[in-house]
């Protein structure tokens, strides 16, 4: 059987309307904070769940959001970066009532297309979406099109429209700092998939290698010949570090999601969304260096 608020109003002894206001957050003065409590409690205890389909038929707001997240190659680390952000977008927005359909995409013009109907159709809200590498102003324009709340998860090349970001662009120059210490004097970046570094780079002792997988160290330390002390795997999750030296990043993507959410949140409103929900900027503070 279920349970309704007109059942929970007449258990409690108050109003139906009492009831509505706390459960949808609208109580304020008008409830004493000691009675929104007992009636939270008493609605989750009676195993109390709000209809949202009759609550979008009532208000109009459909508690959809699209995670559109463009197609990526079979490979560990992507894939890894998909279920993170997946999980905690879905996470964010079921805090505030609402549920995620997911959307991959292999283009902007797939984007496009999926987002025009279900918006058309009146099933999503709002939408968010990853970039393509090198197509960032067709992503953008393929989520403008929809004339809904979207936010991009990445760092665009136009700068004025929503998105949320976390800048690592400067966490090389915060790891050199770290290792300057042990008498570093450049990091480099490596990625699996790039050419050996040269000779004379490889034999120079003050010279280390930051990579972000196993098969970049492995790459550099067994075809490379470069010692395992100059490679640092640098990730945010503490298995991928485990045994091996390097650096582990403080995992800001919750945060990004949350900002992601309230983007969407003041655009709905008709509010001008600052600068400071844009962009996460990594600090000495996240980072903690891992011995082997």
Not at 50 to 74: F, I, Q, W, Y
Not at 146 to 175: C, F, H, M, W
Not at 231 to 239: H, K, L, M, Q
């Amino acid at each position: 059987m279920r349970i309704t608020q007109k059942e929970i109003a007449r258990q409690m002894g108050v109003s139906t309307m009492t009831i509505s206001r706390v459960l949808n957050g609208k109580g304020g003065n008008k409830v004493s904070a000691e009675l929104v409590c007992k009636i939270r409690n008493a609605a989750a205890k009676a195993g109390y769940h709000e209809n949202r389909l009759a609550k979008a038929m009532r208000t109009g707001e459909v508690p959809l959001s699209a995670l559109c997240l463009h197609r990526l190659p079979d490979d560990e680390a992507r894939s890894s970066y998909w279920l993170n952000l997946m999980s905690h977008y879905t996470k964010v927005l079921f805090e505030h009532q609402r549920e995620t359909l997911f959307i991959p995409y292999a283009s902007p013009e797939e984007l496009k297309m999926r987002l025009t109907s279900l918006s058309a159709a009146g099933l999503i809200s709002s939408a968010a979406a990853n970039i393509m590498p090198g197509r960032s102003a067709e992503v953008a324009d393929a989520m403008q099109s929809i004339r809904l709340p979207y936010v991009l998860l990445g760092n665009p090349e136009d700068k004025t429209v929503p998105y949320a970001y976390v800048d690592n662009d400067g966490i090389g120059s915060l790891l050199l700092e770290l290792l300057r210490e042990d008498g570093v004097k450049e990091l480099i970046w490596f990625r699996e998939d790039m050419p050996l570094p040269k000779r004379t780079v490889a034999a120079n002792p003050e010279i280390c290698f930051q990579v972000s997988s196993i098969a970049g160290f492995c790459k550099l330390n067994r075809l490379g010949g470069i010692p395992e002390s100059r490679i640092f795997i640098v990730s945010d999750r503490p298995g991928m570090i485990e045994g091996y030296s390097g650096f582990l990043v403080r995992n800001h993507t919750e945060e990004r999601c949350r900002n992601a959410w309230r983007q969407l949140r003041l655009q709905s409103r008709n509010q001008p969304i600052p600068d400071v929900l844009k962009v996460i900027k990594i600090t000495p503070d996240d980072i903690t260096r891992i011995r082997a």
